[in-house]
C-alpha cells in the first residue's frame, strides 16, 4: 500500500541545562560548571522507497533527543543525536504552524525542519573579576515543535490518465514489466503505479472521472501526481462510445485542478483496439488524430502497435535528455 500524505508532530530536542560546580582541590575555589549540550535537531532527507510514508501511518510523534546536562570540571553535555525523517523523492513538507513548504527533490537533498535547543551555559561563564564565585546558570531552551504534513508527489518524467478501466495498468505492464493490478472493474488502481522504461518513469495516475477536480471518486488525492510530469499520455478505451467527450471531461477536470498541466506536452491512445474490426479502429483513430494528430492505436495482444509505443517513448526519453 502506498501512503502518499500523513499528517505528524516533530519535536527538537531540549538543549542541556548549565551546571553550578566548583573546584574542590586544596586553594581551589573557582568555578568549574559546563554548558549543557545542544538539542538534536530534526531533518528530512531523500529516499528512492516510494513507500517510505507508510511508516508514519501509525506513529505520529517524532521527538529528537535532548541535550545532556553540563558537568563539574568542565566538561560540556553531549549534544542530543539528530532525528533523520527519510521520504521519498518527490515529498513536500507542509509546515502547518508557520505555513512554510520544503520539498526534497534530489538524492542528496537534506532539510531542517525543526531545529534543536541551545545548551545553557555553567557557572564557568559567569565569572568575573567581582564574582570569582558565581552560582548563576542557565536552562537548557526548548527545541522547535511543529505539525507537519509530509505529500508525496510522485516524480514520473510521463503520467498515463484516463477514464477508469482505460487500459492503463495493463499499457504499463506492457512496456515496463511493472505488475500492476489490473481487472475490468472501475478503480481496479487504488494508488499510482509505477514502471521504468529504460531510466524514463512512466506513472500509471489512478482512473479519474468527470468532478475528480472537485473531490469525486478518487478525487484531487491522484490529480497531485500529474502536476510533475514531463507529458501527458491519455489513455481512451475503444469501447468508449463518444471519445471526444471523454477526453474533454479528462481535460477539464485537470485544467480545473491546475490550469498550467493544458501547457504539458500530451498525446492519445487509443487503447484496446483488439475489441474492434480494422474497419472501426480506422475510424475511432481518424476521429481521435482531429484532436490530437499524434494519436496512436494500442492492444497489449498487438506486438506492432506495443512497438509503436515504444519507439515514442524512446523519441520522449531523448527529448527530455532522461
Not at 508532530?9 to 581551589?28: L, M, Q, R, Y
Not at 478518487?218 to 510530469?229: M, S
Not at 479502429?281 to 492505436?297: F, M, S, T
Amino acid at each position: 500500500m502506498l501512503i502518499d500524505e500523513v499528517r505528524i508532530k516533530i519535536a527538537a530536542g531540549k538543549g542541556g541545562d548549565g551546571c553550578v560546580a566548583f573546584d574542590k582541590s586544596k586553594g581551589g575555589r573557582g568555578p568549574t560548571g559546563a554548558s549543557g549540550g545542544r538539542g538534536g535537531s530534526v531533518y528530512m532527507t531523500a529516499t528512492s522507497n516510494l513507500t517510505a510514508l507508510n511508516k508514519f501511518r501509525f506513529k505520529k510523534e517524532f521527538p529528537a533527543e535532548d541535550g545532556k546536562d553540563g558537568q563539574n570540571r568542565l566538561l560540556d553535555g553531549r549534544s542530543g543525536e539528530d532525528l533523520i525523517l527519510q521520504v521519498p523523492i518527490g515529498t513536500i513538507a507542509h509546515n502547518l504552524d508557520t505555513r512554510r513548504d520544503f520539498e526534497i527533490l534530489k538524492p542528496d537533498d537534506k532539510i531542517l525542519l525543526a531545529k534543536g535547543g541551545k545548551g545553557g551555559r555553567g557557572n564557568w561563564f559567569f565569572r568575573s573579576s567581582t564574582n570569582t564565585t558565581p552560582k548563576e546558570w542557565e536552562q537548557g531552551k526548548p527545541g522547535e515543535e511543529f505539525n507537519i504534513t509530509l505529500e508525496l508527489r510522485l516524480i514520473a518524467q510521463i503520467g498515463l490518465i484516463g477514464f477508469p478501466s482505460a487500459g492503463k495498468s495493463s499499457l504499463l505492464n506492457a512496456i515496463t514489466k511493472a505488475e500492476a493490478k489490473v481487472a475490468a472493474y472501475p478503480f481496479t488502481t487504488l494508488e499510482p503505479n509505477l514502471g521504468d522504461f529504460y531510466g524514463l518513469i512512466i506513472a500509471d495516475i489512478p482512473g479519474l472521472i468527470e468532478g475528480a477536480s472537485e473531490g469525486k471518486g478518487l478525487g484531487t488525492k491522484f490529480l497531485r501526481h500529474i502536476k510533475r510530469t514531463n507529458v501527458l499520455i491519455h489513455c481512451i478505451s475503444a469501447e468508449s462510445k463518444d471519445l471526444k467527450k471523454d477526453y474533454e471531461i479528462i481535460r477539464s477536470e485537470l485544467i480545473k485542478y491546475a490550469p498550467e498541466l493544458k501547457e504539458k506536452k500530451e498525446y492519445i491512445f487509443l487503447t484496446k483496439t483488439d475489441l474492434l474490426d480494422k474497419e472501426e479502429k480506422a475510424k475511432k483513430l481518424k476521429e481521435l488524430k482531429k484532436i490530437n494528430p499524434d494519436a496512436l492505436p494500442v492492444s497489449i495482444y498487438d506486438y506492432d502497435e506495443v512497438e509503436e509505443v515504444k519507439k515514442l517513448l524512446l523519441k520522449i526519453k531523448n527529448d527530455l535528455r532522461v
